[in-house]
């Protein structure tokens, strides 16, 4: 009986697949672990987000009460600036 090189080929174009097959398995099982992890960072910088959104609208309440905390809160950005201007105003003639 003679040895086909059908048989040989076959041979290695099974293992070049298995070969790939296991790479694409490595490189799946590293992706979907960084995905956790990034998925899990997301998940943190979203709750500190809620937490200083809900500090800041806080802050915004209790400077009705107090207005002392104004010029914090305008430094911060969170509330717009309130007073008089120094810059000159616009000229509206011609």
């Known amino acids: 009986m003679k040895n086909s090189p059908l048989t040989t080929v076959l041979l290695v174009a099974l293992g070049i697949s298995a ?3 296991l790479v694409m398995c490595w490189l ?7 995905f956790r992890q990034l998925q899990s960072q997301a998940g943190a910088i979203q709750a500190r987000n ?3 959104t ?3 609208r806080d802050a915004l309440e209790y400077s009705k009460q ?3 905390i104004d010029p914090l809160l305008e430094s ?3 509330k717009p600036h309130s007073g008089t201007s120094t810059a000159p ?3 509206t003639g011609k």
């Open 19 to 21: 070969v790939c097959s």
């Open 28 to 34: 799946y099982i590293g992706a979907a672990r960084e």
């Open 50 to 52: 809620n937490a200083v």
């Open 54 to 56: 809900s500090l800041v």
């Open 66 to 68: 107090n207005p002392q």
């Open 76 to 78: 911060i950005g969170a």
């Open 89 to 91: 105003a616009p000229k």
